[in-house]
Protein backbone atom coordinates (compact mmCIF):
# COMPACT_ATOMS: atom_id res chain seq x y z
CA UNK A 1 0.00 0.00 0.00
CA UNK A 2 1.23 3.56 -1.23
CA UNK A 3 0.88 6.38 1.15
CA UNK A 4 1.73 9.86 -0.03
CA UNK A 5 1.45 12.44 2.33
CA UNK A 6 1.52 16.06 1.97
CA UNK A 7 1.08 16.25 -1.55
CA UNK A 8 -0.83 19.23 -2.09
CA UNK A 9 -1.62 22.98 0.12
CA UNK A 10 -5.21 21.83 -0.32
CA UNK A 11 -7.78 19.57 -0.52
CA UNK A 12 -7.15 16.34 -3.06
CA UNK A 13 -10.18 15.75 -4.73
CA UNK A 14 -9.17 12.80 -7.48
CA UNK A 15 -6.16 10.32 -7.57
CA UNK A 16 -5.57 8.14 -10.46
CA UNK A 17 -3.41 5.49 -11.41
CA UNK A 18 -2.33 4.95 -14.90
CA UNK A 19 -2.59 1.97 -17.55
CA UNK A 20 0.08 0.32 -16.04
CA UNK A 21 -0.04 1.30 -12.43
CA UNK A 22 3.38 3.43 -12.64
CA UNK A 23 1.99 6.83 -12.37
CA UNK A 24 -0.04 8.49 -10.45
CA UNK A 25 -1.39 11.53 -10.93
CA UNK A 26 -3.61 13.74 -8.29
CA UNK A 27 -5.59 16.46 -8.70
CA UNK A 28 -6.29 19.21 -5.94
CA UNK A 29 -8.23 22.48 -4.60
CA UNK A 30 -4.77 24.02 -4.63
CA UNK A 31 -5.30 24.41 -8.64
CA UNK A 32 -2.44 21.85 -9.34
CA UNK A 33 -1.96 18.13 -10.85
CA UNK A 34 0.95 16.45 -8.92
CA UNK A 35 2.21 13.45 -11.34
CA UNK A 36 4.51 10.57 -9.07
CA UNK A 37 5.91 7.30 -9.94
CA UNK A 38 5.08 4.24 -8.23
CA UNK A 39 7.49 1.48 -7.31
CA UNK A 40 6.32 -1.12 -5.65
CA UNK A 41 6.09 1.11 -2.00
CA UNK A 42 8.33 3.97 -3.37
CA UNK A 43 6.99 7.05 -5.02
CA UNK A 44 8.70 9.69 -6.40
CA UNK A 45 6.93 13.71 -7.42
CA UNK A 46 8.15 14.00 -10.95
CA UNK A 47 5.89 16.90 -12.05
CA UNK A 48 3.79 19.71 -10.77
CA UNK A 49 1.55 20.39 -13.63
CA UNK A 50 -0.42 24.77 -12.72
CA UNK A 51 -1.81 25.90 -15.79
CA UNK A 52 -5.43 25.85 -14.02
CA UNK A 53 -7.18 28.61 -12.97
CA UNK A 54 -9.32 27.42 -10.18
CA UNK A 55 -9.79 23.79 -7.93
CA UNK A 56 -9.24 20.45 -10.22
CA UNK A 57 -12.09 18.69 -9.72
CA UNK A 58 -10.67 15.18 -11.74
CA UNK A 59 -7.84 13.37 -13.64
CA UNK A 60 -8.40 10.53 -16.15
CA UNK A 61 -5.50 8.91 -18.24
CA UNK A 62 -6.40 8.33 -22.04
CA UNK A 63 -5.15 4.43 -23.00
CA UNK A 64 -1.25 4.01 -23.50
CA UNK A 65 -1.85 3.24 -27.17
CA UNK A 66 -2.33 7.18 -27.74
CA UNK A 67 0.98 7.40 -25.54
CA UNK A 68 1.15 8.60 -21.92
CA UNK A 69 -1.30 11.86 -21.96
CA UNK A 70 -3.85 13.15 -19.08
CA UNK A 71 -6.86 15.21 -19.23
CA UNK A 72 -7.54 17.35 -16.11
CA UNK A 73 -11.30 18.91 -15.19
CA UNK A 74 -11.62 22.42 -13.02
CA UNK A 75 -13.50 24.94 -11.58
CA UNK A 76 -12.12 27.54 -14.36
CA UNK A 77 -14.34 25.86 -17.19
CA UNK A 78 -11.66 24.02 -18.73
CA UNK A 79 -10.31 20.47 -19.57
CA UNK A 80 -6.32 20.98 -20.41
CA UNK A 81 -4.73 17.70 -22.35
CA UNK A 82 -0.71 17.00 -20.87
CA UNK A 83 1.34 14.76 -22.68
CA UNK A 84 4.80 13.40 -21.35
CA UNK A 85 7.92 13.69 -23.80
CA UNK A 86 11.25 12.51 -22.60
CA UNK A 87 10.22 12.53 -19.13
CA UNK A 88 8.95 16.25 -19.42
CA UNK A 89 4.86 17.09 -19.28
CA UNK A 90 3.61 19.75 -21.98
CA UNK A 91 0.07 20.92 -21.80
CA UNK A 92 -0.69 20.17 -25.57
CA UNK A 93 -4.75 21.47 -25.82
CA UNK A 94 -7.30 23.58 -23.81
CA UNK A 95 -10.81 23.02 -24.44
CA UNK A 96 -12.63 25.34 -23.54
CA UNK A 97 -15.94 25.38 -25.12
CA UNK A 98 -17.82 25.22 -21.45
CA UNK A 99 -19.03 28.28 -19.86
CA UNK A 100 -18.90 26.56 -15.64
CA UNK A 101 -17.07 23.88 -13.68
CA UNK A 102 -16.28 21.07 -15.77
CA UNK A 103 -16.91 18.31 -13.28
CA UNK A 104 -15.98 15.03 -14.44
CA UNK A 105 -14.07 13.53 -17.77
CA UNK A 106 -13.91 10.22 -19.39
CA UNK A 107 -11.73 9.03 -22.03
CA UNK A 108 -13.55 6.09 -23.63
CA UNK A 109 -12.82 2.86 -24.62
CA UNK A 110 -9.87 2.68 -26.85
CA UNK A 111 -11.92 1.06 -29.41
CA UNK A 112 -13.70 4.13 -29.98
CA UNK A 113 -10.87 6.38 -30.67
CA UNK A 114 -9.24 9.35 -29.07
CA UNK A 115 -12.42 10.27 -27.47
CA UNK A 116 -12.84 12.71 -24.02
CA UNK A 117 -16.23 12.67 -22.58
CA UNK A 118 -17.09 16.46 -20.71
CA UNK A 119 -19.52 17.14 -17.75
CA UNK A 120 -20.16 20.77 -17.19
CA UNK A 121 -22.50 22.27 -14.59
CA UNK A 122 -23.62 24.73 -17.79
CA UNK A 123 -26.01 21.76 -18.46
CA UNK A 124 -23.94 20.72 -21.19
CA UNK A 125 -21.88 17.80 -22.26
CA UNK A 126 -19.08 17.76 -24.86
CA UNK A 127 -17.46 14.99 -26.70
CA UNK A 128 -13.46 15.68 -27.78
CA UNK A 129 -12.21 14.02 -30.82
CA UNK A 130 -8.35 14.41 -30.94
CA UNK A 131 -7.34 13.13 -34.68
CA UNK A 132 -3.84 12.85 -35.98
CA UNK A 133 -1.36 15.95 -36.92
CA UNK A 134 -2.90 17.55 -33.96
CA UNK A 135 -6.46 18.04 -35.07
CA UNK A 136 -9.52 17.86 -33.21
CA UNK A 137 -13.42 18.56 -33.25
CA UNK A 138 -15.70 18.03 -30.53
CA UNK A 139 -19.64 17.83 -30.39
CA UNK A 140 -21.39 19.82 -27.91
CA UNK A 141 -25.28 18.70 -26.51
CA UNK A 142 -27.74 20.51 -23.93
CA UNK A 143 -27.98 17.28 -21.32
CA UNK A 144 -29.19 18.43 -18.14
CA UNK A 145 -30.57 21.38 -16.51
CA UNK A 146 -28.95 23.18 -13.63
CA UNK A 147 -25.52 21.10 -14.30
CA UNK A 148 -24.14 18.30 -15.18
CA UNK A 149 -22.38 16.16 -12.78
CA UNK A 150 -20.80 12.85 -13.75
CA UNK A 151 -20.58 10.99 -17.38
CA UNK A 152 -19.40 7.45 -17.79
CA UNK A 153 -18.69 5.51 -20.86
CA UNK A 154 -20.56 2.14 -22.03
CA UNK A 155 -18.04 -0.73 -22.52
CA UNK A 156 -17.82 -1.30 -26.57
CA UNK A 157 -20.88 -2.63 -27.49
CA UNK A 158 -24.37 -2.02 -29.70
CA UNK A 159 -27.29 -2.37 -27.63
CA UNK A 160 -25.94 -4.73 -25.18
CA UNK A 161 -24.12 -6.98 -27.30
CA UNK A 162 -20.74 -7.20 -28.09
CA UNK A 163 -19.46 -5.95 -31.50
CA UNK A 164 -17.28 -7.99 -34.01
CA UNK A 165 -14.66 -5.39 -34.66
CA UNK A 166 -12.22 -7.77 -36.78
CA UNK A 167 -9.24 -5.62 -35.76
CA UNK A 168 -11.41 -2.35 -36.95
CA UNK A 169 -12.20 0.57 -34.52
CA UNK A 170 -15.52 0.09 -33.44
CA UNK A 171 -18.49 1.76 -35.52
CA UNK A 172 -19.70 5.12 -34.54
CA UNK A 173 -23.04 3.85 -33.50
CA UNK A 174 -21.62 1.79 -31.10
CA UNK A 175 -20.82 4.79 -28.77
CA UNK A 176 -22.59 4.99 -25.90
CA UNK A 177 -21.98 6.77 -22.34
CA UNK A 178 -24.31 7.90 -18.98
CA UNK A 179 -24.59 10.48 -17.74
CA UNK A 180 -25.84 12.25 -14.17
CA UNK A 181 -27.52 15.72 -13.06
CA UNK A 182 -28.42 18.26 -10.89
CA UNK A 183 -32.23 17.42 -12.42
CA UNK A 184 -32.07 14.42 -10.52
CA UNK A 185 -31.98 12.10 -13.64
CA UNK A 186 -29.60 9.79 -15.35
CA UNK A 187 -29.39 9.74 -18.79
CA UNK A 188 -28.47 7.09 -21.48
CA UNK A 189 -26.55 8.59 -25.06
CA UNK A 190 -26.09 7.19 -28.29
CA UNK A 191 -24.37 8.74 -31.34
CA UNK A 192 -26.36 9.11 -34.58
CA UNK A 193 -24.87 9.21 -37.55
CA UNK A 194 -27.14 10.72 -39.40
CA UNK A 195 -27.05 14.10 -37.36
CA UNK A 196 -23.44 13.94 -36.38
CA UNK A 197 -24.47 13.81 -32.51
CA UNK A 198 -25.22 12.27 -29.21
CA UNK A 199 -29.03 11.75 -28.54
CA UNK A 200 -30.63 10.62 -25.37
CA UNK A 201 -31.75 7.16 -25.74
CA UNK A 202 -33.70 6.59 -22.11
CA UNK A 203 -34.16 9.14 -19.11
CA UNK A 204 -33.47 6.91 -16.14
CA UNK A 205 -35.52 8.69 -12.54
CA UNK A 206 -36.09 7.52 -9.34
CA UNK A 207 -33.15 10.08 -7.51
CA UNK A 208 -34.97 12.17 -5.47
CA UNK A 209 -31.58 14.89 -5.58
CA UNK A 210 -28.94 15.78 -7.40
CA UNK A 211 -26.79 12.81 -8.93
CA UNK A 212 -23.47 13.04 -7.49
CA UNK A 213 -21.76 10.39 -9.79
CA UNK A 214 -22.41 7.46 -12.47
CA UNK A 215 -20.82 4.65 -13.54
CA UNK A 216 -21.25 2.11 -16.34
CA UNK A 217 -19.84 -1.55 -15.74
CA UNK A 218 -17.17 -2.25 -17.81
CA UNK A 219 -17.84 -6.10 -18.17
CA UNK A 220 -19.40 -6.98 -21.55
CA UNK A 221 -21.70 -9.44 -19.94
CA UNK A 222 -25.66 -10.75 -20.94
CA UNK A 223 -26.60 -7.72 -19.14
CA UNK A 224 -25.57 -4.25 -18.31
CA UNK A 225 -25.09 -2.36 -15.04
CA UNK A 226 -25.01 1.62 -14.10
CA UNK A 227 -24.81 2.75 -11.03
CA UNK A 228 -25.76 5.88 -9.57
CA UNK A 229 -25.01 7.99 -6.56
CA UNK A 230 -27.18 10.97 -4.90
CA UNK A 231 -27.31 13.58 -2.76
CA UNK A 232 -30.43 11.58 -1.65
CA UNK A 233 -28.44 9.17 0.20
CA UNK A 234 -29.04 5.97 -1.95
CA UNK A 235 -27.46 4.24 -4.92
CA UNK A 236 -29.23 2.59 -7.37
CA UNK A 237 -27.93 -0.18 -9.31
CA UNK A 238 -29.88 0.19 -13.18
CA UNK A 239 -29.88 -3.22 -15.08
CA UNK A 240 -30.71 -3.61 -18.52
CA UNK A 241 -30.68 -7.51 -20.22
CA UNK A 242 -30.37 -7.11 -24.05
CA UNK A 243 -32.19 -4.75 -26.00
CA UNK A 244 -34.93 -4.96 -23.03
CA UNK A 245 -35.62 -1.91 -20.68
CA UNK A 246 -33.77 -0.43 -17.78
CA UNK A 247 -35.14 -1.72 -14.44
CA UNK A 248 -34.06 -0.44 -11.19
CA UNK A 249 -32.92 -1.62 -7.83
CA UNK A 250 -31.98 0.33 -4.70
CA UNK A 251 -28.04 -0.94 -3.64
CA UNK A 252 -29.62 -1.02 -0.24
CA UNK A 253 -33.27 -0.96 1.51
CA UNK A 254 -32.27 1.68 4.13
CA UNK A 255 -30.44 5.15 2.84
CA UNK A 256 -26.62 5.51 3.54
CA UNK A 257 -25.76 7.48 6.12
CA UNK A 258 -24.91 10.65 4.33
CA UNK A 259 -24.65 11.86 0.95
CA UNK A 260 -22.88 9.34 -1.77
CA UNK A 261 -20.46 10.86 -3.70
CA UNK A 262 -18.76 8.27 -5.94
CA UNK A 263 -19.54 4.87 -7.32
CA UNK A 264 -16.39 3.01 -8.81
CA UNK A 265 -16.67 -0.78 -10.42
CA UNK A 266 -13.46 -3.06 -10.49
CA UNK A 267 -12.49 -4.07 -13.65
CA UNK A 268 -14.20 -7.47 -13.86
CA UNK A 269 -17.10 -5.50 -13.50
CA UNK A 270 -18.60 -7.12 -10.63
CA UNK A 271 -17.54 -5.55 -7.61
CA UNK A 272 -18.82 -2.01 -6.90
CA UNK A 273 -17.39 0.41 -4.34
CA UNK A 274 -19.54 3.36 -2.81
CA UNK A 275 -18.08 6.26 -0.70
CA UNK A 276 -19.94 9.11 0.79
CA UNK A 277 -19.96 12.14 3.49
CA UNK A 278 -19.02 9.44 6.15
CA UNK A 279 -15.88 9.27 5.41
CA UNK A 280 -15.69 5.33 4.40
CA UNK A 281 -15.87 2.99 1.43
CA UNK A 282 -18.41 0.16 0.82
CA UNK A 283 -18.10 -2.33 -1.58
CA UNK A 284 -20.89 -4.57 -3.12
CA UNK A 285 -21.50 -7.69 -4.95
CA UNK A 286 -24.27 -9.08 -6.27
CA UNK A 287 -25.28 -12.54 -5.52
CA UNK A 288 -26.57 -15.56 -7.41
CA UNK A 289 -30.00 -14.35 -6.35
CA UNK A 290 -29.72 -11.08 -8.24
CA UNK A 291 -29.65 -9.10 -4.73
CA UNK A 292 -26.65 -6.89 -3.90
CA UNK A 293 -24.76 -7.98 -0.41
CA UNK A 294 -21.84 -5.91 1.20
CA UNK A 295 -18.53 -7.62 0.25
CA UNK A 296 -16.54 -5.05 2.95
CA UNK A 297 -16.07 -1.77 4.59
CA UNK A 298 -13.28 0.40 4.31
CA UNK A 299 -12.54 3.25 7.48
CA UNK A 300 -10.72 6.32 6.03
Not at 46 to 58: A, C, F, M, N, S
Not at 206 to 234: E, F, M, N
Request: glycine residues 8%; contains cysteine; aromatic residues 10%.
Amino acid sequence: MVSIRNAHNDLIHDAVLDYYGKRLATASSDKTIKIFEIDGENQKLVDTLKKHEGPVWQVSWAHPKFGVILASASYDGKVLIWREENRHWNNIHQHAVHKASVNSISWAPQEYGALLLCASSDGFISVVEFKDEGKYDHIIVSAHSFGVNAVSWAPPSVSGSLVQSSGQQQTQESRRFVSGGSDNSVKIWKFDPASNTYVVETTLTGHTDWVRDVAWSPSVLSKSYIASASQDKTVIIWTQEGDGPWTMKLLRSEKFPDVVWRVSWSLSGNVLAVSGGDNKVTLWKENLKGEWESAGVIDE
